[in-house]
């Protein structure tokens, strides 16, 4: 893969990015029909357009302000998968309490569409572990009927409440302490 960022303005950056992958699905003794099913060789030639707008007054430790992130990646210019997918994230920051706990709210979303194709599983979105807390890595989402294999999504959202605050500690530990809860889907 390569790719390219740059700034576009005082608070904007744009990246421009492909990737050429060349996979080998090889379904394990038991596996499951769909993942059987997508067995084989494949090539994935993807090109992704994103931007940012970064507009807190930190991008380590935000406590005012807000974010936004989109990206577009289209798939088959080249190789056997041919999809668009599309990402979205953003955030408010707000000091409350007297301005000694930072309230977050983080909206995350995703969505991808098969160009004349089905959309495999290795292509789609996987939720769990660090992108939904509380769930094992591609925890959450459809399932095999028969051996419970996840089977990703094609479509998720995820919103997060957050309040972030300090310990007591000194600063120059940074270490704060965390309380959210996370909502969201992916079907």
């Excluded at 029909?33 to 090539?43: C, H, K, M, R, Y």
């Excluded at 994103?50 to 807190?56: A, E, L, R, Y």
């Excluded at 430790?61 to 577009?72: A, E, L, V």
């Excluded at 041919?82 to 977050?104: C, G, H, P, W």
């Amino acid at each position: 893969g390569v790719g390219l960022g740059y700034a576009n303005g005082e608070y904007c950056r744009q990246n421009i990015n492909y990737s050429l992958q060349k996979r080998n699905i090889i379904a394990y003794s038991g596996a499951s029909s769909s993942i059987v099913a997508e067995s084989g060789a494949n090539t994935l030639s993807l090109f992704t357009l994103g931007n940012t707008i970064d507009k807190s007054n930190s991008r380590i430790d935000p406590t005012n302000g807000w974010f936004f992130s989109n990206s577009i990646g289209l798939a088959g210019i080249g190789g056997d998968k041919k999809y668009i997918k599309i990402n979205s994230s953003l955030a408010r920051y707000d000091l409350i309490f007297n301005e000694k706990v930072t309230l977050s709210l983080i909206g995350k979303t995703g969505y991808i569409l098969g160009l004349g194709q089905n959309i495999e599983i290795s292509d789609r979105f996987i939720l769990g572990d660090s992108t939904f807390v509380g769930f094992q890595n591609a925890g959450l989402g459809p399932r095999d009927k028969i051996d419970d294999s996840a089977l990703g999504g094609n479509f998720y959202y995820t919103f997060t409440p957050e309040m972030k605050f300090g310990l007591g500690l000194p600063k120059e530990l940074g270490i704060k302490g965390r309380t959210f809860v996370t909502a969201g889907t992916l079907t």
